[in-house]
Structures are given as C-alpha cells and as structure tokens.
C-alpha cells in the first residue's frame, strides 16, 4: 500500500520559516517526481515546486528564492524549506509523487495546513 504524509505545517508569523516534509512508504521514491501543491480557499490548487529524480527543481514565480525543494532518497523524504513566508501563502499544502508517462503511478497525501498570520 502506498502513503505519502505530509507534515510540518502550522501557524507562523509574517516573515517566519516551515519546512514540510513528504515522506512515501510502499514505492521505490528516489524514482518519482515529487510536487509540492498548495490550495486556498476558494482558490485552485497551484503547483508550488517539484523536483525530479536526478534533483532537478522548478518553483512557482511566486515562491522562487523563498521556498527551497529537496530530496533524501534514503529517508523516503521530499522537504519543503519555506522562509519569508507571507499571508498569502497560507493554503494546504499537498505532495505528490508521480511517474512521467505513467498516469497510474500517481499519488498524493492528505495535506497539511500552513497559516501565516499578519
């Protein structure tokens, strides 16, 4: 059975620092493309950051030098380094783990909620 959970969420203040942690049981995730998402209220979910097996990463325009994606492929974990935070980032923020090509080997985990206070 595959599982991705999610955590590291919480309350911070403006211009405070989360780091969300992803870790996956049941597949081999070293080999997966793993997304960070994050939706609002009322909002589509968005894609935040990916990184892909060899390490490569992508980051919205709106978190770029801001959030920091890495991966620990002995841990089983994809960590989210988010500083700077600002109100507008509060969302819950989800993984994904997915294969290209491969729309079956798509996964996700239950989310975790970010709140930045003002």
């Known amino acids: 059975q595959v599982q991705l959970v999610e955590s590291g969420g919480g309350l911070v203040q403006n211009g405070g620092s989360l780091r969300l942690s992803c870790t996956a049981s049941?597949?081999?995730?070293?080999?997966?493309?793993v997304g960070w998402y994050r939706q609002a209220p009322g909002k589509q979910r968005e894609l935040v950051a990916a990184i892909t097996a060899s390490g490569q990463t992508n980051y919205a325009d709106s978190v770029r030098g801001r959030f920091t994606i890495s991966r620990d492929n002995v841990k089983n974990t994809v960590y989210l380094q988010m500083n700077s935070l600002k109100p507008e980032d509060t969302a819950v923020y989800s993984c994904?783990?997915?294969?290209?090509?491969?729309?079956?080997?798509?996964?996700w985990g239950q989310g975790t909620q970010v709140t930045v206070s003002s």
């Open positions: 994904n783990a997915g294969r290209l090509g491969m729309p079956n080997s798509n996964y």
């Open positions: 049941g597949i081999i995730f070293s080999i997966y493309v």
